[in-house]
T-cell receptor, first 116, second 112 residues
Framework: ETGVTQTPRHLVMGMTNKKSLKCEQHLGHNAMYWYKQSAKKPLELMFVYNFKEQTENNSVPSRFSPECPNSSHLFLHLHTLQPEDSALYLC???????????????FGAGSRLTVL | DAKTTQPTSMDCAEGRAANLPCNHSTISGNEYVYWYRQIHSQGPQYIIH???NNETNEMASLIITEDRKSSTLILPHATLRDTAVYYCIVSDPNNAGNMLTFGGGTRLMVKP
């Protein structure tokens, strides 16, 4: 158990479906992140939230919609996805992205998404 | 943020030390060096980080050169479970939102 829990671990959806990925952290952190990892590609940062406020949107298409109701929970709402959106979606948390000093991220195990 | 350069892959014999190099020749004075690893299809795992001094923890040692332009991650006694992709990242807490940007990493294969 890493302290960052992602559900579901595997998800298969059609292009017209609406689904959500959930991330929960029990580390008392104030920053949460979504990363995408496509096959044989480096991790790509998608969104960052600090104290529930979005501080980074890395030019992500609007078919991905993040939600952060509190510092412990982060969602990624998915709708009308494309097959090329199939990837491992990773959630991470850290003490605070905005604080001085090192920013150590703790990652979840990821949600493997397949879009048919 | 400064970029890093790592070898694409390395092999190491089980029980021997694994020394993973990283070049970050454009690093600035405020940038930390971080190491993470990712075992196949799992989330990345934090290993160690440092600013100027060498660091050691229960997982590894981090050796940073005096000019800070390169570093080496040392796994003192590699096991088969250390087979993973190792990422070296530099990030400035005072710039670019202290963001961690992952590159391609080094694929370490520990062999019996």
């Amino acid at each position: 158990e890493t302290g960052v829990t992602q559900t579901p671990r595997h998800l298969v959806m059609g292009m017209t479906n609406k689904k959500s990925l959930k991330c929960e952290q029990h580390l008392g952190h104030n920053a949460m992140y979504w990363y995408k990892q496509s096959a044989k590609k480096p991790l790509e940062l998608m969104f960052v939230y600090n104290f529930k406020e979005q501080t980074e949107n890395n030019s992500v298409p609007s078919r991905f919609s993040p939600e952060c109701p509190n510092s412990s929970h982060l969602f990624l709402h998915l709708h009308t996805l494309q097959p090329e959106d199939s990837a491992l979606y990773l959630c991470a948390s850290s003490q605070s992205q905005l604080a001085s000093g090192a920013n150590v991220l703790t990652f979840g195990a990821g949600s493997r998404l397949t879009v048919l | 943020d400064a970029k890093t350069t790592q070898p694409t892959s390395m092999d190491c014999a089980e029980g021997r030390a694994a020394n993973l190099p990283c070049n970050h020749s454009t690093i600035s004075g405020n940038e930390y060096v971080y190491w993470y690893r990712q075992i196949h299809s799992q989330g990345p795992q934090y290993i160690i980080h440092g600013l100027k001094n060498n660091e050691t923890n229960e997982m590894a040692s981090l050796i940073i050169t005096e000019d800070r332009k390169s570093s080496t991650l040392i796994l003192p006694h590699a096991t088969l479970r250390d087979t993973a992709v190792y990422y070296c990242i530099v990030s400035d807490p005072n710039n670019a939102g202290n963001m961690l940007t992952f590159g391609g990493g080094t694929r370490l294969m520990v062999k019996p």
